[in-house]
């Protein structure tokens, strides 16, 4: 086994060191840790590793996961952490309920904003957090709709909330915005809520309170397999294949970083479960 994992680290380029494995329910309940911590960790330059990083769920945090962190990352990236979009910013009296993201109810300590279509992309910038500058100044907005007849960059911002980036009587300027980490995903982990009609045969699942946006979520299959469920335009992941539960959940992110997340139960519809992972940040 050893000569095995020291050619999968040499395929890595990592180096001579023998990894060594642990099992999952010996690591440490922090946030998780990225590539490099994993990394550190195998050439035993850490004690210690966050939870979440048993990425193939065999019970066991190795070199395997190693590679399969790095082919995730490389598969699901979006785009690099800061990038910069610019379009132009308008205003609608929407409220906080009743958003394309559903993610009702929406807490009034956030300025909430819609989104483009193409920066939307099937909800994959749903509940993302983002600084959005004007001329006036930058505010911090949280994405709860769909914009779809906005261009790509345009985002169409809560009433209250145009007035601190631009003067109101403009209607329409320029605007920078990027995405940043979701505040109250420093300390906490994902939450998860089911959608109405939810059962053993036909399940829909929602990933909430995430750091950065969610671009991909699974659930291990009885082969031991993870099986990737479609994602529909109004933030939801739905599936008839998932069974009765508890689930095993793989969620990566649009940075590639991938967590997963054991012993999640159906739950009855529209109550949030807290999980246990969240993503590095």
């Not at 819609?114 to 994959?124: K, P, R």
């Not at 907005?141 to 985002?155: A, H, N, R, S």
């Not at 399940?203 to 031991?224: A, S, W």
């Amino acid at each position: 086994m050893k000569k095995q994992l020291l050619a999968v680290l040499l395929a890595l380029g990592i180096g001579f060191a023998v990894p060594q494995t642990v099992s999952a329910a010996e690591t440490e309940d922090t946030d998780p840790g990225n590539i490099g911590v994993l990394q550190d960790y195998l050439l035993c330059r850490a004690d210690t590793l966050p939870n979440g990083l048993d990425l193939n769920a065999d019970g066991e945090i190795d070199v395997f996961d190693l590679a399969l962190m790095k082919r995730i990352k490389k598969a699901d990236t979006l785009e690099p952490k800061a990038t910069v979009h610019t379009g132009d910013a308008t205003f609608y009296g929407g409220g906080y309920v009743g958003g394309c993201a559903m993610l009702d109810p929406v807490s009034t300590d956030y300025w909430i904003v819609a989104m483009n279509y193409y920066d939307w992309n099937n909800s994959q910038l749903a509940g993302a957090y983002l600084e959005v500058t004007g001329e006036l100044g930058t505010i911090e907005m949280l994405v709860t709709d769909e914009l779809p007849e906005g261009k790509k960059g345009d985002l169409d911002l809560y009433t209250d909330a145009f007035p601190l980036i631009a003067p109101v009587e403009k209607g329409r300027v320029p605007c920078s915005w990027h995405i940043i980490p979701r505040d109250t995903a420093a300390d906490a982990p994902f939450s998860y809520r089911y959608k109405e009609g939810s059962t053993e045969f036909w399940c829909g699942v929602q990933v909430r309170n995430h750091r950065y946006p969610v671009t991909k979520f699974e659930y291990l299959g009885e082969d031991g397999q993870f099986i990737e469920v479609p994602r529909r335009n109004y933030n939801y992941f739905e599936t008839m294949d998932m069974g009765a539960g508890p689930f095993t959940f793989r969620i990566t992110d649009i940075y590639g970083n991938a967590v997963v997340d054991k012993d999640v139960p159906l739950m009855e519809p529209d109550v949030d479960f807290e999980g246990s992972v969240q993503f590095p940040e």
